[in-house]
């Protein structure tokens, strides 16, 4: 089995166990931010069996367009393809969703909130989820994330949590552990060659319940 393979077959397994266990929802709607090739997306679609709506939502085309092949080629219609904006908000109608989905989405040096988008993505998941809505993430580089100051700073997993808290969620515990698919698609490694499926670097999700 190629590592492509592979992906597919977590996605249709672990993945999709995963996205169960967080969410005991019939039908729901589900966001999936910053998707890039979507592997969260699928595994949602095949934790529900496809009964399901899922926006699979990021501003590169390419990632959008490979999700829309992929879909067709599996034979999947749950899934919509959605155009993220710069600005990290998005058109979605308040209390939209059950579950939203930030994967490998909040480090970085971005430009318009310098590196602080991760406030205003915490605020859209707080306006578009139901009440009692899930918000799963799963979080990589945190020795590359910025304190409120703007000032880079090491996050832990602890402070991570507590600042979501502070958003406005409730906190809840589990041992679920995702998957970093960056080696997999990034132009470098694919070059450099050498990645397996079981090489790539698992994390820790966390999961929140929106409160009131
Ligand atoms: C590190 S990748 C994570 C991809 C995917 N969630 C995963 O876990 O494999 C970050 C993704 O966020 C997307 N992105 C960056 N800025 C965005 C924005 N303002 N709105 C939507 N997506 C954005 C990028 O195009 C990229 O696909």
New binding site residues.
Partial sequence: MNIFDEVNNWEKTEGAEIIASILDVKDPVIL?????????SFASAYAFNQKCKVYA????RQ?LDHINEKAGKENICCITTVM?????RHDFEDGTFDLV?????FH?E?KIYNGL?RFVMLEEAKRTLKEGGILAI?P?HLSNFRDKDKKKCKYTYKKLTDEIIGSGFKYIDNDLQ?I???KV?SPYYLQKGGVTFDSLERGRILVFKKSI
Avoid: K, P
């Fill in positions: 999936d931010y910053g998707c890039g090739a979507g592997n969260y939502a990021d501003i590169n990632c993220g904006r710069e600005d990290y989905i930030y994967a490998d989405m970085g971005e988008h799963l990589f995702g970093h698919f960056e698609y």
